[in-house]
């Protein structure tokens, strides 16, 4: 008998087997193997159960993960994450845009100006240094804030009870209970969250853990969201409440994009990706004390600084990018202007306007870089200011409230920034992150589904809120 | 990391074992042994392969946050170590992708030595997964990780009846604060050049209906590869349905066994 014949007998043997001993076989084997470990480790842990008295750990769980308090210490601990990245993040941007805005841009401008001809000082210090100056100012206080908080909350074992509390909810959408750590790990960012599903077996749940992760608020948006509920909605009250007003609406984004999860998920397993909810062990580690220093130290090397890295990759280009097509002219007027005015009538119906929409198409590398662009934009295509164009009045862009000129001159109102918050939060991912689904699922279907889903629900959601504050 | 780094008079003395380490963070190319990285998810694996390799995976306290696997390497004592960071799995049974990852590599990639790294505090659920491990693979060393904590909830761990019941060498650890790693590095060592035999335990208490079927199979893969180390274990997965070892069986992956 040769041995190919012997490997095929030995193949059908094994399956006849299998048919006589069935599933008895592996369950008997996992108790033979369970029993193994209890009879060695009987042997070998020597616990004193003397002092074994108080288990903090679990008197802890049994409050986070309570049916009743379990939600409103997420909601407060999200809370004071957010409200401290606000509070904190208003000094240093000012500082900075004062350095970057008033002090380095004047002085290289000058510079310039007296060695280069006029296109080339345009191009580089009016499109790529004002734009990697905006990223600067604008995203990284928040970001250096907002990321070391949230990694001492990973390293603190926070993250599997919020799954734990999110799991109930996450089956009732008919999708994986571990969708909540995916999520999660979408609030960092979004290509990591999409990684992040492989940990999901099912290839349906995962599907739908894939699609819906643009939902959770990333680390490009979060600035976005921060600035604008800062400058247009802490606006509306008092000053005493400004912070807690705008950290309210941060908060009411962030769970309007969980529940767009939930709801997102239902409707697809419902639909297109039907099945069976698989069930999962989820292990609650123990609470370990952070190294606070040490996170701070990691955290702002490997997360601020890669995601303002790659957000000066991406804005530097797309300051070039921007000061081209504000200063090409096609005809009478500029690339810009064509673009921002074909879009405009749409913009406005769906309560956004020309800019936001020319910006959101000249952003899609990175979420980082949409404010830097609306603001670049604005300036330079209305004639507010003196950057770029070298008429108009000279703005002083170092502080919030000048921010906020900048963008009510562009035609905002406190419906356009409501609209650009939610818009924010339900857009296409960046183009990072639809590369990576491509990569994670090997579907061009599946890519395209969850890059274009989000875009015609943010503009449904636009457009159904403008319509709304107009009968209003 | 931190504490390694500190050069006090211990860290260059050549009794340290740790003084013959020579991180080397991803550049692996030719290496002479190969060590495998296993264990339950949130044990510290990536703490323990970050301070062997100096590289910074980035830790999290929650299960699950090494996806696919990591490579990373080191010196020691003149030998040159690739390590793989498998992915963190409860059990090498189940079909999951991660489980796939780890058992394949354990199986077919044939590492010189397979770290098992457990959760001294809960270790009885942790070597649910080192019990299987010790099956596919001869040449292991068990890593019981996260003493200190262990230690702050009153429980120890007899090491060496430990390794007397497993056939391994067993390492007390705690990598977050770099306890025991020296030990590591030097047993790992010993097991890859063949200082210290080991001769794993082996699944007892099988029902006598199901070792007897068991063997039957497990005799004719011996028939077909004389050198296996882990026929019993293929037996094992051919009598669940394992489609991926009927397939390597058929495609005779097992064959060029060492």
């Keep these: 008998m040769n041995k190919e014949d012997q490997i095929n007998q030995l193949i059908s043997e094994a399956a006849e087997t299998r048919w006589e001993i069935g599933q008895e076989f592996h369950d008997k084997l996992s108790e033979s193997i369970y029993s193994n470990a209890a009879e060695i480790a009987e042997k070998t842990v020597l616990k004193d159960h003397e002092k074994e008295n108080f288990n903090l750990d679990r008197a802890i769980d049994r409050i986070v993960t309570s049916p009743i308090w379990g939600f409103p210490i997420m909601f407060l601990v999200l809370a004071i994450v957010l409200w401290l990245t606000i509070v904190g993040s208003n000094v240093p941007s000012e500082f900075l845009a004062s350095i970057l805005l008033d002090n380095v841009y004047v002085f290289l401008k000058a510079q310039a100006d007296l060695v280069m001809p006029w296109w080339l000082s345009g191009f580089l210090i009016d499109g790529v240094f004002l734009c990697l100056a905006w990223v600067i100012s604008v995203m990284l206080p928040p970001m250096a804030i907002f990321f070391p908080m949230f990694t001492i909350l990973e390293d603190l074992g926070y993250l599997p009870r919020i799954a734990f509390n999110l799991d109930k909810l996450f089956r009732k959408s008919g999708a994986h209970g571990k969708q909540a750590l995916t999520m999660s790990m979408g609030f960092g960012c979004n290509a990591a969250g999409v990684v992040a599903t492989r940990i999901i077996d099912s290839p349906r749940e995962r599907l739908i853990a894939i699609i819906t992760n643009n939902f959770s608020l990333c680390n490009g948006r979060w600035p976005t969201q921060i600035l604008l509920s800062s400058i247009f909605i802490g606006a509306i009250v008092p000053d005493e409440y400004k912070t807690l007003i705008a950290t309210a609406a941060v908060i009411g984004v962030a769970l309007l994009g969980i529940g767009l999860t939930f709801l997102v998920s239902l409707f697809l397993s419902k639909t297109f990706l039907k099945g069976e909810v698989s069930t999962f062990t989820l292990e609650l580690p123990p609470y370990r004390k952070p190294r606070i220093l040490q996170t701070i130290y990691t955290s702002l090397i490997d997360r601020t600084l890669i995601v303002l890295w790659r957000a000066c990759v991406f804005a530097a280009p797309a300051g070039a990018v921007i000061w081209l097509v504000c200063n090409i002219d096609i005809g009478d007027q500029s690339i810009a202007i064509w673009m921002i005015e074909g879009m405009d009538q749409f913009g406005w119906l769906v309560g956004l306007n020309g800019v936001i929409l020319l910006a959101y198409i000249l952003a899609i590398p990175a979420n980082e870089i949409v404010m830097p662009t609306i603001l670049m934009l604005t300036v330079m295509t209305t004639s507010i200011a003196g950057y770029g164009e070298g008429n108009g009045v000279m703005f002083e862009l170092d502080s919030m409230s000048n921010t906020h000129d900048v963008l009510v001159a562009g035609g905002w109102t406190f419906l356009t920034a409501i609209n650009v918050m939610i818009f924010s939060l339900i857009h296409n991912p960046c183009s990072t992150t639809i590369y990576t689904i491509y990569k994670e699922t090997a579907s061009t279907k599946w890519t395209a589904i969850a890059s274009i889903l989000p875009v015609i629900m943010g503009f449904l959601a636009c457009f159904l809120i403008t319509q709304i504050a107009n009968i209003l | ?258």
């Design chain 2, 1 to 258: 990391m931190s504490n390694n780094q500190k050069k006090t008079p211990c860290d260059t003395c050549g009794q340290n074992p740790q003084g013959r380490l020579k991180r080397l963070g991803v550049e692996i190319e030719k290496s002479d042994y190969v060590i495998a990285l296993a264990g339950n998810p949130n044990t510290g694996k990536s703490t323990v392969f970050n301070s062997l390799t100096g590289l910074k995976q980035h830790t999290g306290n929650w299960p699950g946050k090494t996806v696919g696997r990591a490579e990373g390497g080191y010196i020691f004592d003149g030998s040159k170590y690739k390590m793989i960071d498998l992915p963190g799995t409860y059990s090498l049974m189940s079909t999951s992708e991660d489980e796939e990852i780890a058992r394949n590599f354990i199986l077919f990639g044939k590492p010189d030595v397979t770290i098992i790294v457990v959760d001294a505090g809960r270790l009885e659920r942790n070597l649910n997964l080192a019990l299987q491990i010790l099956e596919i693979t001869d040449k292991a060393v068990l890593c019981v990780n996260l003493i200190d904590e262990a230690k702050r909830h009153n429980i120890e761990i007899d090491t060496r009846t430990l390794s007397k019941e497993l056939g391994i060498p067993v390492v007390a650890t705690s990598a977050l604060r770099g306890i025991g790693i020296a030990d590591l590095l030097k047993t790992v060592d010993e097991v890859a050049k063949g200082e210290i035999k080991c001769t794993p335990h082996r699944i007892k208490n099988v029902p006598k209906k199901i070792e007897t079927e068991v063997k039957k199979i497990q005799d004719k893969i011996e028939n077909l590869y004389p050198n296996l180390p882990n026929s019993r274990w293929i037996a094992f997965r051919l009598l669940d349905g394992d489609r991926d070892i009927i397939k390597a069986i058929e495609n005779g992956e097992f064959i060029n066994d060492k």
